[in-house]
């Protein structure tokens, strides 16, 4: 009964492959989030959606593309990886102020 | 351009006692304010939170103090146990722009038995 899940929890790939990160949340919360953790601890948003629109969009490589099929799933797709995309990524989901977050997925690039 | 600040990465706390977890903000649109607790290897999970219309938030041993005027929150929890010990992020938001969140880089805390 996992509040919200993300698949995989570790991905290692080479530099320019493109992969995908998957999330899905069962609180029937309308508003879903990626976040990327770097080495230095900073958590900071990527993106947003309510209701499947894309409602934050912060400065990111366009190579990271959000797609969300539904309002229970949002997946992270990322294009000819580089080495500065290593990081822990971090799915969240809000009902008004609170944000619930999965357990993240860390991704390394050589 | 880091809007919100924890400048201690850790803090080591003996049993029993208070450990007091500081936060400072640059933006003063920020009008609510959270905490999480992280363990390695997981998310964040929400702790507890503060409306910028109140000054202290109290849930069981976690408490929230928010000085509006330094810009300045921070969490007290006593009495501490060593199942506290885990990285606290706080977070701050504009209630009016949207779910959008500021996080602070952690502070790990350590509680000793």
Not at chain 1, 3 to 32: F, R, W
Not at chain 1, 65 to 83: F, G, R, T, W
Request: with cysteine; net charge neutral.
């Amino acid at each position: 009964d996992t509040a919200v899940s993300q698949t995989p929890k570790y991905l290692v790939t080479q530099m320019g492959n493109d992969k995908s990160i998957k999330c899905e949340q069962n609180l029937g919360h309308d508003t879903m989030y990626w976040y990327k953790q770097d080495s230095k601890k900073f958590l900071k948003i990527m993106f947003s959606y309510n209701n499947k629109e894309l409602i934050i969009n912060e400065t990111v490589p366009n190579r990271f593309s959000p797609k969300s099929p539904d309002k229970a799933h949002l997946n992270l797709h990322i294009n000819s990886l580089e080495l500065g995309d290593s990081a822990v990524y971090f799915c969240a989901s809000s009902l008004g102020l609170t944000q619930y977050f999965g357990p993240g997925t860390r991704l390394t690039v050589l | 351009d880091q809007q919100v600040k924890q400048n201690s990465p850790s803090l080591s706390v003996q049993e029993g006692r208070i450990s007091i977890l500081n936060c400072d903000y640059t933006n003063s649109m920020f009008d609510y304010f959270l905490w999480y607790k992280k363990y390695p290897a997981e998310g964040p999970t929400f702790l507890i939170s503060i409306s910028s219309i109140k000054d202290k938030n109290e849930d069981g041993r976690f408490t929230v103090f928010l000085n509006k005027s330094a810009k300045h929150l921070s969490l007290h929890i006593v009495p501490s146990q060593p199942g506290d010990s885990a990285v606290y992020f706080c977070a701050a938001s504009n209630s009016n722009t949207g779910n959008q969140f500021y996080f602070g880089t952690g502070t790990s805390l350590t509680v000793i038995p």
